[in-house]
């Protein structure tokens, strides 16, 4: 019983063992990755302890530091576990390898006592010879070949199992090695967090000390938001009323051109208006005209009426298309007096035909009567002289055909011959600065370390590396390049009906209605004598603020 309990237990034992190399392999994959992370963290915070105590972002990445060594340490001790469970495995398999070997050896032992009172060559014989026929001869001699290789089979099988047994044993002192090593990391990295945290405290407290100076500073940048947000508005506002003038102006223009209709009057638009929004359309007209002169010129030099229905099929719109119905009716007009001349000469010819068809039919008709007459005359002077020649001919009537018509015929005339704008980059703008971290998002923020102060922020607060450049995230025209009162400057660019603001530069690299392109440096982030390099972005539609996390991409 003890037997096959100890035997169903190692096979859950093994079947445990079997998951332990992947999850395991996954933990120290995943600590490499939170080591890395850490030396990141360590080398950003050398960066801010320079700079100053009251650094959020130094206290931000403090916190992070500590969450990722919590981390650490967490998956040191499940890796710990993890070993443990190897060793305590691995001795589990060596015993049973163990028990299997002394079950071998005890088999082979009884083996080697039988092979030793039969290992002379005369039993043997003798156990052959002593066959009642040759088939039982020949099982006997197949049977001390089987035998003999059994021998030397359990043999190898001892020695095998003294190799896995020192296989696994040698596997044993490397996971209780690797368990040493895990230990010794994580009582350092155990230290390493209770000391952070300490230094966290530290940095929390400094802050809770100059709360007061931390407020009256929340104050005055909100102050100089509020004042940069209403000149923005002023800005945009006076752009909008300005647009609104250009619209109408435009629309204006546009009519005038669309009643003058002419090749000089769309140009006369374009000279005015060269990005109105009717441009294009003035551009097609100019050459929908060009097109429709060149289509008459064809026609008016051909001045057939074929030639100016071709132009109406083409040009139903066309400028000359009452020209070319004119023409048109024209032709018809004369086909229609040229008809009526071709009836009335066929009429003409039809009277004088039946008119010499009446009298050739008079003149033939005096001619028979002239014939009948004579032969009257002359049967009478025969009878008169009583003599009778010859039977006289009958009379012959000469049949003459009608003289046929000309013939007509219909007319058959020839047949004819038998074509990005900003608000669709929504989510996927670049970011306003090469390198930098959100320490403060869009509207309503509590202190990242004081969590009684509360800030509104009209855009995103972007942490930076002293001498960054703003960047454009969009191409656009500069509306506008702000001097804040007591501060430093910003920089509106119009997109459209959008804007993109980038304030507190040190300096400005561009003027008011510069056309700039996508990551054009703007100006440099201010870094203020605390060390910190914050510029705020922003994104308007119009006079509304948006959330610029939900354009700029993976902000």
């Given amino acids: 019983m003890r037997f096959v309990l100890s035997t169903v237990l190692l096979t859950l034992s093994i079947s445990m063992f079997a998951q332990v190399p992947y999850n395991k392999a996954n933990l120290q994959k995943q600590n490499a990755q939170l080591k890395k992370e850490i030396i990141t963290l360590n080398k950003q915070l050398e960066v ?5 105590k009251l650094n959020v ?49 005890k088999d082979y032992q009884q083996v080697l006592i039988r092979a030793y009172k039969n290992k002379s060559v005369e039993n043997k014989l003798l156990f052959v010879l002593s066959s009642k026929s040759l088939g039982e001869a020949y099982r006997r001699i197949k049977y001390l070949e089987k035998y003999s290789a059994f021998q030397l089979g359990q043999a190898n099988d001892i020695i095998d199992k003294q190799t896995d047994i020192k296989a696994k ?38 802050f809770r000390k100059n709360e007061g100076v931390i407020v009256a500073e929340i104050n005055k940048k909100e102050a100089q938001q509020r004042q940069i947000d209403s000149q923005i508005k002023a800005i945009i506002e006076e752009e909008i009323r300005q647009a609104k003038i250009r ?18 009057a769309y140009n006369d638009y374009l000279r005015t208006n060269p990005k109105g929004d009717y ?42 298309v009452t020209t070319a119905k004119t023409e048109i009716a024209k032709f018809e007009q004369l086909e229609r007096e040229a008809e009526a001349e071709r009836q009335r000469i066929i009429a003409q010819r039809k009277a004088e035909e039946d008119a010499r068809l009446k009298a050739k039919k008079e003149e033939d008709a005096k001619k028979i009567a002239a014939a009948k007459a004579e032969a009257e005359r002359r049967a009478k002077i025969e009878a008169e002289q009583k003599v009778v020649t010859k039977v006289p001919e009958k009379e012959r009537v000469v049949k003459v055909d009608a003289v ?15 074509s990005g704008e900003f608000s669709a980059n929504r989510g996927r703008l670049p970011w306003p600065v090469d390198r930098g971290t959100v320490v403060s998002q869009f509207g309503s923020n509590s202190h990242p370390i004081l969590s009684n102060i509360t800030t509104v922020n009209s855009g995103v607060d972007i942490s ?44 400005v690299e561009v003027s008011k209605d510069d056309v700039v392109k996508r990551g054009q440096s703007l100006g440099t982030v201010y870094t203020s004598a605390d060390g910190e390099t914050i ?21």
Avoid at 291 to 320: C, E, I, M
Avoid at 464 to 482: F, S, W
């Fill in 169 to 206: 044993r040698e596997q044993k002192e490397r996971a209780k090695d690797e368990k040493v090593k895990v230990l010794s990391q994580q009582t350092q990295f155990s230290q390493n967090l209770q000391k952070e945290k300490g230094v966290k405290e530290q940095a929390v407290e400094e």
């Fill in 48 to 52: 801010n302890k320079k700079n100053s």
């Fill in 247 to 264: 619209a109408e102006k435009d629309l204006k223009d546009w009519n005038e051109a669309k009643r003058g209709n002419t090749i000089a």
């Fill in 279 to 320: 441009a294009k359309s003035a551009r097609s007209a100019i050459v929908r005209i060009e097109n429709d002169a060149k289509a008459w010129n064809v026609a008016r030099s051909t001045h057939t009426k074929q030639a100016y229905q071709t132009y109406l099929a083409k040009n139903p719109n066309g400028s000359f």
């Fill in 464 to 507: 930076t590396y002293k001498g960054a450049h703003a960047r454009a995230v969009y191409e656009g025209t500069v509306q506008g390049v702000i001097v804040i009162q007591g501060g430093n400057k910003a920089v509106l660019v119009r997109h459209g009906s959008y804007y993109s603001v980038y304030t507190n530069l040190s300096n």
């Fill in 57 to 105: 972002e130094y206290v931000q990445n403090l916190t992070k530091k500590i969450q990722v060594q919590t981390k650490l340490v967490n998956n040191l001790t499940k890796e710990k576990r993890f070993i443990e469970d190897e060793i305590y495995l691995t001795q589990l398999e060596i015993n049973k390898l163990s028990r299997e070997l002394v079950v071998l050896k």
């Fill in 404 to 418: 046929k018509p000309s013939q007509t015929f219909a007319e058959r005339p020839d047949s004819e011959g038998i």
């Fill in 535 to 555: 510029m705020n972005f922003q994104v308007w539609s119009g006079t509304t603020k948006q959330n610029p996390a939900l354009w700029v991409a993976g902000m």
